[in-house]
């Protein structure tokens, strides 16, 4: 079946300091989209970004990703990190097959930004 | 206004006790969704529907039930709870896979099983 590969539990940063979160991804579809959640403490996880298209970079909220089929990686970039942007961070896969919306999650990197 | 939402926000109950989680859309999706939250583990998938009556499996149902009575209601049973279902719950719903199935998620059920 599909599978997310998170390396990350904990990612520590100090403000100001890029940030990279890995996502790797493994299905046996050629078509999948691929999300990033972020989820606050003591909010609803929501929606940052989405793609599915092949080396196309997708950009929201300072963040961005580009999908990369060809190595299965769906990498979370931002250049700069905030301390508001200490959150767990999912990478997810929606492999399109059957008929229903299913989405596979990985197990979450959790982002502190210190000053 | 909250388009999901799920009852109750916390509940504690003993080992072999009767647990009914709620939720409710109001996005008019087709689709909802019933994750545990645990560190290390992220969300996982315990039962999802499209529209009601209907039912799947997730990938981590064992000691769950679910129904879905009315496109906007969703519920998870656990009929005999165990510590290992002490969790975080989040319910969600989606559209149809032509809107990248962007799922939304409501605040979630802290449940704990003593």
């Known amino acids: 079946g599909d599978s997310v590969t998170q390396t990350e539990g904990l990612v520590t940063l100090t403000e100001g300091l890029p940030v990279m979160l890995n996502c790797t991804y493994q299905?046996?579809?050629?078509?999948?989209?691929l999300f990033w959640y972020v989820h606050y403490l003591n909010e609803s996880p929501w929606l940052l970004l989405r793609?599915?298209?092949?080396?196309k970079r997708t950009e929201h909220q300072g963040f961005h990703a580009t999908l990369h089929k060809s190595s299965s990686s769906f990498h979370l970039q931002k250049s700069s990190a905030q301390l508001s942007d200490s959150a767990l961070y999912y990478c997810?896969?929606?492999?399109?097959?059957?008929?229903?919306?299913?989405?596979?999650f990985g197990a979450g990197t959790r982002l502190a930004v210190c000053p | 206004e909250a388009a999901v939402t799920q009852s109750p926000r916390n509940k504690v109950t003993v080992t072999g006790g009767n647990v009914t989680l709620s939720c409710r859309q109001t996005?008019?999706?087709?689709?909802m969704y019933w994750y545990r939250q645990d560190t290390g583990h992220g969300l996982r998938l315990i039962h999802y529907?499209?529209?009601?009556?209907?039912?799947q499996i997730g990938d981590v149902p064992d000691g769950y039930k679910a129904t879905r009575t009315t496109q906007e209601d969703f519920f998870l049973l656990l009929e005999l709870a165990s510590p290992s279902q002490t969790s975080l719950y989040f319910c969600?719903?989606?559209?149809?896979?032509?809107?990248?199935?962007?799922?939304?998620f409501g605040p979630g059920t802290r449940l704990t099983v003593l």
């Open positions: 529907s499209y529209g009601a009556g209907n039912l």
């Open positions: 997810a896969l929606m492999g399109l097959s059957g008929s229903f919306n299913k989405l596979t």
């Open positions: 996005n008019s999706h087709n689709y």
């Open positions: 299905t046996i579809y050629s078509n999948a989209f």
């Open positions: 793609s599915s298209t092949d080396n």
């Open positions: 969600a719903s989606s559209g149809d896979r032509g809107n990248y199935a962007e799922q939304f």
